[in-house]
């Protein structure tokens, strides 16, 4: 079934529940409530920008550590002088260097109401593992 068909057969079977029950007022307000949310136009798009970004400043990382490599290679190529420049300075090795990065940026961009509905979602885990301890005792 199409998205923009099975949208449609929702919305009219929950209008209809909606004119059918007109004397319960409080499952009146939770069918409006509904067709509220189902007609709230949610965008949820990738976060190309963020992840970009991200991408960027992973590969200037990379192209420094490269090149603090290749310096450290043309030292060591002419052996004869890294020699000789290690018996001058024997703490010429003792740097090491260790590095860590951590980036980070949302995969989505997802709008406040959208964002708000999600977050009031139930936690699967957690509805199971109590429903896993109500059967357990």
């Known amino acids: 079934m199409e998205y923009d068909t099975a949208y449609t057969q929702l919305k ?48 200037g990382i990379i192209k420094n550590k490269i090149e603090e490599n290749k310096i450290l290679g043309n030292e060591i190529k002419d052996y004869d002088t890294f020699i000789k420049k290690l018996q001058n300075n024997p703490i010429a090795l003792v740097a090491d260097k260790t590095f860590t990065a951590s980036l980070k940026t949302p995969i989505l961009t997802i709008d406040t109401p959208t964002k708000n509905i999600l977050q009031a979602q139930e936690d699967p885990n957690k509805t199971y593992l109590s429903l896993n301890k109500r059967m357990v005792q």
């Not at 079977?13 to 007609?39: C, P, Q, W, Y």
Request: charged share 20%.
């Open 12 to 59: 009219q079977g929950l209008i209809s529940f909606k004119n059918s029950s007109v004397t319960d007022k409080a499952m009146n307000n939770r069918v409006k409530t509904i067709v509220a949310m189902v007609e709230n136009k949610s965008t949820i798009s990738p976060a190309t920008a963020q992840i970009q970004q991200v991408e960027k400043a992973a590969q």
